[in-house]
């Protein structure tokens, strides 16, 4: 259910959590996919789909678990790339719980 500040909300803000031993390990599986959900998109909208990507989308020098955290408040889509070695890695289940716990009171 959506509350009165979201209505008109476009979707285009998209966080992707995953291991990057997996991107790495399947031939850079994240960075294709990420590059077809924004062509997709773009297709479909007009609009430019904002992807976080922690290996782009933070700086050298950034407090990465601020600019973490920020980006999933944030996002409107949550795309967890699951494996087996996903529930095991603290980030990537911190990351989806986040995001499962600041979207669930906006239903």
Not at 6 to 11: A, H, M, N, S, W
Not at 32 to 57: K, N, P, V, W
Request: proline share 3%; with cysteine.
């Amino acid at each position: 259910m959506m509350d009165g500040d979201d209505v008109g909300l476009v979707p285009n803000r998209c966080f992707v959590s995953y291991r990057r031993d997996d991107n790495s390990a399947f031939n850079n599986v994240v960075d294709h996919l990420c590059e077809q959900m924004r062509a997709i998109y773009e297709a479909h909208t007009g609009d430019e789909l904002e992807i976080f990507l922690d290996r782009t989308s933070i700086g050298w020098g950034e407090n990465w678990r601020e600019k973490i955290s920020e980006a999933i408040d944030g996002a409107v889509l949550f795309v967890p790339i699951i494996t087996m070695r996903y529930f095991k890695s603290e980030a990537c289940t911190d990351e989806l719980l986040a995001f499962t716990r600041q979207r669930r009171p906006r239903g």
